[in-house]
């Protein structure tokens, strides 16, 4: 025979409330108010912080929870994604980003100096990033180039022992490379040069006859890239292409900057390697010095550092 519950609830109710009514005494309140206004809580904390309890059980807390587990299957969690959706689809956000308040805020972050900063060092960055890229490539591209008339002529190239080992000869790969960039920059200029003589010719009358237009078209181009290539040459030893490549003309007895002379003669041996069906240029990759036909000319050579 099964024995029946025989305290009510009605007395199980009464037996629990019987600690809080004590706890509630006057007494009782009295004597938790003077234990909290006393001395003891300042010393249950300093207690804490000296014992170093809370990183304790942070310590504790981190070693037994995988927490980069819990955060990807909390944001894989379909409940999650739905969670995204619906705060992207809110119309309370889209308020937000319309707020002139919000694109006021925006503004000023976007235009404050930190960020400009910002931006600026990763451009440059990746810029740097981007030329050394092209600069490693060309010189791969160098040395797979001369590889085969090395091995044909048995010759090793020479190094430029007038800098103590610090430059390399450049070879028919980097060079090329910089006279490509050296050509649209000639030609992104001409075309500049070009438009605006046309606007202003629209503005005045066309100048007759047209056979006129093209003469004084080619003198100008041939103008632009005698200035351009003997203007750096002679300046820095460096046409904006080498710069990027970072080669430059240098004479073969010093190392210091062509000259003008010299640079005019480099550029008439130029036209002579052109004319040669590029043959001057394409000797770069025979010569233990990687000299071309207008390097011999002009007595020059084409360096780069080396490492």
Partial sequence: MAVRETTPVSSVGRLMLRPMRAV?????????????????????????????????????????????????????????EQLVRQILASPALDRILRSPEF???????????????????????????????????AVGLDDAAERGPRRLLHRAPRP?????????????????????????????????????????????????????????????????????????????GQTPGMMLLGLRVARDVDGTP??????????????LSWIALFIGFIWVAFDSRKQGWHDKIAGTVVVRRSG
Avoid: K, M, N
């Fill in 160 to 236: 430029w022992s007038e800098q103590g080992g610090s430059f390399r000869y450049a070879g028919v790969a980097t060079r090329g490379a910089a006279l490509a960039i050296d050509a649209a920059v000639v030609s992104l200029i001409f075309l500049i040069g070009a438009s605006f003589v046309g606007l202003v010719s629209s503005l005045v009358g066309q100048l007759r006859p047209a056979w006129l237009i093209g003469v004084i078209g080619g003198a100008s181009w041939l103008v632009l890239v005698i200035a351009y290539f003997v203007g750096f040459w002679t300046w820095r």
């Fill in 24 to 80: 509630a005494t006057p007494t009782v309140e009295r004597a938790i108010d003077a234990i909290l206004g006393g001395p003891l809580p300042e010393a249950v904390a300093e207690s804490l912080v000296e014992h170093r309890v809370a990183e304790r059980i942070a310590g504790v807390v981190l070693e037994r929870t995988d927490f980069e587990q819990a955060a990807a299957s909390a944001l894989e969690s379909p409940r999650a």
């Fill in 103 to 137: 694109e006021q805020q925006l503004g000023q972050v976007l235009a404050s100096p930190q960020v400009r900063a910002a931006l600026a060092r990763q451009s440059t960055s990746l810029a740097a990033e981007t030329v050394a890229s092209v600069r490693r490539r």
């Fill in 258 to 271: 062509p000259g003008f002379g010299r640079s005019v003669l480099r550029y008439v041996g130029y036209v």
